[in-house]
């Protein structure tokens, strides 16, 4: 992948698609089609300062790179970035490119609750996933919402507009946040898919030797396995059995420990160690929090 180009500012990005100055330097909507690019202009990785929502369609051609995962143009998807974070287009011509970006510098958000709350929406943090599908009528009440911030930005300032922009930009958070939910569940079969190679990375996982070499299996790991981010994975679990993938690995190691107790003559701390715990009192904490019982309690009720 190329060096991302840095975009450090709203008024920068404004310079580099070839848009009027913005009229407020922290916030910005604009559709693709205000964009004046070069006709051939390609569009590779970049990485910017601010928060990024954007909405496109009907892409002649081209693959968006979003975190592992590539996309075809044929329906609209919606994609969150935060600062820092990088997106990859691959032969992408803006031209013919339908829909919107909304730029958010965190400044913007300052003394709001939404600056701590922005944060906590884990598809900020979807780096490597799919990206929001929108059905028309969700398309719907997601333009609306954009074209009341774009009024507001138009509209001369006075002391009411940052808090109604503030307040659009967290309606428009939260409707998104459903709509995601309605996408893990609607996506039952891709979703039981992804269920089913967890179950298995698991399975193999505690079948060799990797849990007395690299310890438990974290989120992390998991989710690269999967070519997930940790945050979709969680939120994709959560929705489907209530459980996070944290507590997804927990279970296994309790159902393993159960199997190891009842099983054979292994001291506890010999138990511990073997899954991988560095002290074996975290074994224990953790083994009567989801047991009820401690190991040794358990252990006995089998003589």
Known sequence: MKTPVKIPSINALHQFLGLKKPLNPLVSVFGFDDIKLESETLLNAFTTDFYVIALKKDCAGGKFKYGQQYYDFDEGIMYFTAPNQVLQFEDILLNGVKGFVL???????????????????????YTANEALNLSEKEEVSIMQIIENIGREIQDNMDAFTQDLLVNNIELLLKYCDRYYSRQFLTRKKANHDL??????????????????EKGVPTVQYMASELCLSPNYLSDMLRIQTGQTTQQHIQNR????????????????????YYLGFEHPQSFHRLFKNRAS?????FRQSFN
Request: no cysteine; charged share 25%.
């Open 293 to 297: 019982l401690s190991p040794l309690e």
């Open 195 to 212: 269920l089913t190679k967890l179950e298995e990375l698991l399975d193999d996982y505690f079948k060799s030797d990797k849990l007395a």
């Open 253 to 272: 190691v309790i159902e393993k420990a159960k199997e190891l107790l009842s099983t054979t003559s292994m001291s506890v701390s010999e138990i511990a």
């Open 103 to 125: 730029a958010v510098h965190p400044d913007f958000l300052y003394n709001y609750p939404l600056a701590v709350k922005i944060k906590e929406y884990g598809y900020f943090a």
